[in-house]
Nanobody
Framework: QVQLAESGGGSVQAGGSLRLSCAASGRTFSMYAMGWFRQAPGKEREFVAGVSWNAANTYYADSVKGRFTISRDNAKKTVYLQMNSLKTEDTALYYC????????????????????WGQGTQVTVSS
């Protein structure tokens, strides 16, 4: 089993940056692909970014491509989301999640392939 805890959220002005962290417990963290999702008030949860178990492949939603970077440190059992050039529309509760899906490369955007979820960290971007 994997437990996930996000941190690093906060309030920032548009154009600013934040780095989210997701710390995992459990011995098998390196076996999981990891993803970041977000959910804004009144909207459905949406995929933001994903990284394969060995960090060889990364995936991004079109809305964050070129602004956000996902990375992981398996030795520290932590996945990161560096968010630059933040926009007001990035305001949401951000979740990290872990997946063992065999077809992660093609299904990373689908919340149903993730087995474990964190509690979320709030990101608020003001104009």
């Amino acid at each position: 089993q994997v437990q996930l805890a996000e941190s690093g959220g906060g309030s920032v002005q548009a154009g600013g940056s934040l780095r989210l962290s997701c710390a995992a417990s459990g011995r098998t963290f390196s076996m999981y692909a990891m993803g970041w999702f977000r959910q804004a008030p009144g909207k459905e949860r949406e995929f933001v970014a994903g990284v394969s178990w060995n960090a060889a492949n990364t995936y991004y939603a079109d809305s964050v491509k070129g602004r956000f970077t996902i990375s992981r440190d398996n030795a520290k059992k932590t996945v990161y989301l560096q968010m630059n050039s933040l926009k007001t529309e990035d305001t949401a509760l951000y979740y990290c999640a872990a997946s063992r899906d065999a077809n992660y490369a093609n299904r990373h955007y689908y919340s149903g392939v993730y087995d474990y979820w964190g509690q979320g960290t709030q990101v608020t971007v003001s104009s």
